[in-house]
C-alpha cells in the first residue's frame, strides 16, 4: 500500500488496482473479523486504552483501503464508525452496550458489502439507518434499542446531522506535482466520501508554481485526513495548517501561531506512542487539537505502551507469507508422489546385497527420513490452529442466547491444537450446529436454573485437544441434558425399534436418527427435526465418529473424533492371501497369534475370542472382501485388535506386512464408494491397497 501511495496509485493515474483487489479484500476481512473478537471482548465498564485503538485501527484499515480501491459505500460507513471509535478512545464518550451492538451490526454490513464487490454477495444492504444511528451516537444521543438501526431521539438526530463544536477550518497546501491532475483528486475525495467535509480551492484552481491551497472543513482529524490524502498523493507534499485570520499563507500572518506543529509531527496513528498520538505527553499538539483544547479542554488519560502480545501479534504478521491454497495442495501432491517413490525405492533394493551396495542401502536410508521430515513440514502449512473456528463461535452465541432470552458464557479451551485447513472449512458447520443445539435445547432460561439451584448464567465449553493420530472436539454444557424417557417415547412415535433395557449410550444416538427432535415448538432456530442426522453424517464422511454422554439435569457433552489429516497417514499393512490391506495406525491395538481353540462360535454364526478376560468379535477379512485363494489348506492364524467409536473387534488376517506412510487416495472419487473402505493408496511394489474403514467394521459386527 505504501508504495502504491507514492506512485499516486489511483485510476485516474492509469494504473489497474483490480491487481489489488483480492489481497484488500483479504486484509478487510481479517481487519473485520478482529474488530468482531475485540468488541466482543471489550470490558465496557473499564475498556482499555490499547483495545480501543486497536479497534480503531482496524476500521482505519478498511476506510483507508476502500478509499483507494473507489469503494465508496464501505469507506462512508466506516468513516462513521471511526469517528464514534476515535470520540471514545479519546474518552469524549464512555462505552455502552448498545454502542457495541450497533459496531457489530455495522462490522456485519461491511461484510455483506465487501461480498458484492467480490461477486460473492447478494444485493447490498442499505445503511443509510445504520449510519444515521452511529452519528446519533457520536453526537452523545441514544436510539431505540428494538430498532438500533433507527434514531430515537429527534434532537439527538438534528444534533448528528449539525456540525458540532469539533468542527475545524484547515488550509491544506499540497507542494508542486509531476502530475498536476492529482490534487484534483483530493476534490474528489472529499465528494465520494460522505460525512468527511467540505473542501474549496483558494487559488482558483491555479497555483504558483504548481502548488494549490485550499480551505477545508471537516470534524476528522488531520491524522486521518493525511492517512486519506497519501493514498493519492505522496506524504511529503502536503501540509495541514490551522486557518486563522488572514488564511495563514505566509509567516507571522494572523493566525499563524495556531499552526505551529511542524507537518512532521503529525503522525499516522498507526502505532502506540505515535507522534501526534491523542493523549501523548511531551508531544506537541496537532494544529486542530488546539483549538479544540481551547474549546472544550478535556482531562486525558496518558496512553500505557503497547501490550506484549500486540508487539508479538504485529511481529508475527511481519513474518507471514499469504500463499494461495491450490499451491499448497499442489505441494502436497507433489510430496505425496514422493513418498511413493522413495516407498518403491526401497521395496526394490530389498533384493540387493547390502555388503556390496552400502553406499545405496545409506543413501535411501537418508532419503526415507527426509522424505518424511519433508512431508511433516508440508502437511504443517496446511495446519491451522482451532482458535480459526471457535473465534466464530462467541458473536452467533452472543445473538442467538439475546434471542432466546438466555445468558451464556463461552470458554473454550485448547485453541492452539492444529487441524489440516480442509478438515477445518467441513467442520465448521457441523460444529455450529451444535453449539446452537446446546444453546437452544441444553442451557435453561435464567429463572429455570435459578429455580434448579444453578446459577443464572449458562457455560458452554469448546475443547479442542490431540488423542493418539486423532483429534478430538468437544461441545459440553451444564444446561439439563438428555432426558431417557422422552428419548425412548419420541423414537417410538418415529416406529424406531426402542425398548426401555437400551443401554444409555444407544438412547442417546437416537437423536442422530433422521427427523428426530424432542423440540416441543418449531422455532427459526431449531425444533423441525434437521440436522443432528446431517451432522452425524458429515463427520462420519471425514472417517470421523461422534460420542454422546449425558447426565440428565447436569449437562450434555458431545465428542466429535477426527483424523488429523486426510493426505498422508501412518499405516500397518496386512496380508489376507494374495491381497494387501491398510489399517490407519491410529486404530490399531495390538496384533497376536491365535490358536484354533481360543475362537468360540455364539448363536450358530457369530464368532468371538477371549482377550485378557474380555471377548471381542472376529472378523475373517478373507470373507469380508471374499479374497480368492489358491492355497486351500492354509488357516489364517494373526489377529489384528482394532478399535473404533467406542469397541473393539479382532480381525483375522494371514501375515502382517509392515509399518509405513501411505498417501490416501479417494476411492470414491476415483472409482465407486466400497462398503468398509475409507480410501486407496499406491504401494511400493506398484501394487494399490486398500485402506479399511474401521468404524464400518465395528458396526458391521455389533449387527
Known amino acids: 500500500m505504501a508504495e502504491m501511495s507514492n506512485e499516486g496509485a489511483n485510476l485516474s493515474a492509469g494504473i489497474d488496482l483490480s491487481q489489488f483487489f483480492q489481497v484488500f479484500f483479504e486484509e478487510a476481512g481479517e481487519n473485520l473479523q ?44 466506516t468513516h462513521q464508525m471511526e469517528a464514534l471509535l476515535d470520540k471514545l478512545r479519546r474518552h469524549e464518550l464512555s462505552p455502552t452496550t448498545q454502542m457495541v451492538d450497533v459496531l457489530l451490526t455495522a462490522g456485519d454490513a461491511l461484510k455483506a458489502l465487501l461480498a458484492r464487490h467480490q461477486g460473492t454477495g447478494a444485493d447490498a444492504p442499505d445503511t443509510t439507518d445504520l449510519k444515521l444511528t452511529i452519528k446519533t451516537l457520536c453526537a452523545g444521543g441514544r436510539v431505540d434499542t428494538a430498532s438500533p438501526a433507527l434514531a430515537a431521539a429527534p434532537e439527538a438526530a438534528a444534533a448528528a446531522a449539525a456540525p458540532t463544536d469539533g468542527t475545524r477550518m484547515l488550509e491544506l497546501t499540497v507542494g ?29 484552481g491555479r497555483g504558483a508554481d504548481g502548488m494549490r491551497r485550499f480551505k477545508i472543513t471537516t470534524t476528522s482529524s488531520d491524522n486521518d485526513l493525511l492517512d486519506l490524502f497519501t493514498f493519492h498523493v505522496p506524504r511529503e507534499a502536503v501540509s495541514l495548517k490551522a486557518m486563522g485570520p488572514g488564511y495563514g499563507f505566509y509567516d507571522g500572518a494572523p493566525g499563524a501561531p495556531l499552526a505551529e506543529a511542524a507537518p512532521k509531527e503529525l503522525g499516522y496513528g498507526f502505532f502506540d506512542e505515535a507522534p501526534g498520538a491523542p493523549g501523548q505527553a511531551g508531544t506537541a499538539p496537532a494544529a486542530g487539537a488546539v483549538s479544540e483544547a481551547t474549546a472544550a479542554p478535556k482531562p486525558v488519560a496518558p496512553k500505557p505502551a503497547a501490550k506484549p502480545e500486540a508487539r508479538a501479534a504485529a511481529a508475527l504478521e511481519a513474518a507471514t507469507l499469504r500463499v494461495s491454497v491450490e499451491k499448497v495442495d499442489q505441494l502436497i501432491n507433489l510430496v505425496g508422489e514422493l513418498v511413493i517413490t522413495q516407498a518403491m525405492l526401497a521395496q526394490n533394493s530389498k533384493g540387493l546385497d547390502a555388503g556390496l551396495n552400502q553406499q545405496m542401502s545409506s543413501g535411501l536410508a537418508d532419503l526415507e527420513r527426509n522424505t518424511r521430515d519433508l512431508q511433516e513440514a ?12 471457535f473465534n466464530r463461535f462467541p458473536r452467533m452465541l452472543r445473538d442467538l442466547a439475546a ?31 451444535l453449539v446452537r443445539n446446546s444453546c437452544d435445547h441444553g ?3 435464567p429463572a429455570e436454573r435459578l429455580a434448579k439451584g444453578k446459577p443464572e448464567t449458562g457455560t458452554l465449553t469448546l475443547v479442542a485437544s490431540h488423542q493418539g493420530g486423532s483429534i478430538v472436539i468437544e461441545v459440553r454444557d451444564d444446561g439439563k441434558g438428555l432426558n431417557r424417557d422422552k428419548l425412548i417415547q419420541k423414537a417410538r412415535e418415529k416406529g424406531i425399534d426402542a425398548p426401555d433395557s437400551m443401554p444409555d449410550n444407544e438412547v442417546w444416538n437416537l437423536i442422530f436418527a433422521p427427523g428426530f427432535s424432542t423440540a416441543e415448538v418449531v422455532t ?28 440428565e439435569g447436569y449437562g450434555m457433552s458431545v465428542k466429535v473424533r477426527l483424523p488429523l489429516t486426510l493426505a498422508i497417514m501412518d499405516g500397518m499393512s496386512v496380508g489376507v492371501g494374495e491381497e494387501c490391506y491398510i ?46 485363494r489358491f492355497d486351500f489348506e492354509h488357516v489364517s492364524n494373526i489377529m489384528v485388535v482394532v478399535e473404533a467409536e467406542g469397541g473393539r473387534v479382532a480381525l483375522l488376517v494371514d501375515e502382517l506386512l509392515g509399518q509405513q506412510q501411505v498417501v490416501v487416495k479417494n476411492l470414491e472419487a476415483n472409482y465407486r464408494k466400497v462398503p468398509d473402505v475409507s480410501g486407496a493408496t499406491i504401494m511400493g511394489d506398484g501394487r494399490v491397497a486398500l485402506i479399511l474403514d474401521i468404524g464400518t467394521l465395528v458396526r458391521r459386527s455389533r449387527h
Request: glycine content about 8%.
Open 583 to 628: 489399517l490407519p495406525l491410529g486404530s490399531v491395538v495390538e496384533s497376536f497369534q491365535v490358536k484354533p481353540d481360543m475362537i468360540k462360535t455364539i448363536g450358530g454364526t457369530g464368532r468371538v475370542v477371549e482377550v485378557r478376560q474380555e471377548y471381542m468379535p472376529v472378523i475373517d477379512l478373507e470373507k469380508v472382501f471374499e479374497v480368492p
Open 34 to 77: 478482529s474488530m468482531e473478537q475485540m468488541l466482543l471482548e471489550l470490558d465496557i465498564t473499564a475498556a482499555d486504552d490499547e483495545e480501543l485503538n486497536a479497534i480503531f485501527r482496524c476500521a482505519h484499515s478498511v476506510k483507508g483501503g476502500a478509499a483507494t480501491f473507489g469503494f465508496t459505500d464501505v469507506a462512508e460507513l
Open 403 to 433: 434471542k432466546l432470552g438466555k445468558k451464556v458464557e463461552l470458554v473454550t479451551l485448547g485453541e492452539s491444537t492444529e487441524l489440516d485447513k480442509g478438515m477445518v472449512e467441513k467442520i465448521t458447520d457441523p460444529l455450529t450446529h
Open 176 to 204: 508542486a506535482l509531476a502530475d498536476t491532475s492529482l490534487a484534483d483528486s483530493l476534490v474528489e475525495l472529499f465528494d465520494e466520501i460522505d460525512g468527511l467535509g467540505k473542501i474549496e480551492p483558494l487559488d482558483a
Open 378 to 389: 508440508v502437511m504443517s502449512i496446511r495446519m491451522i490452529p482451532m482458535s480459526m473456528v
Open 524 to 551: 427459526d432456530v431449531s425444533g423441525r427435526g434437521v440436522g443432528m442426522d446431517v451432522v452425524k453424517k458429515n463427520i462420519t464422511a471425514l472417517g470421523g465418529t461422534v460420542e454422546i454422554d449425558s447426565a
Open 443 to 445: 442451557i435453561e432460561l
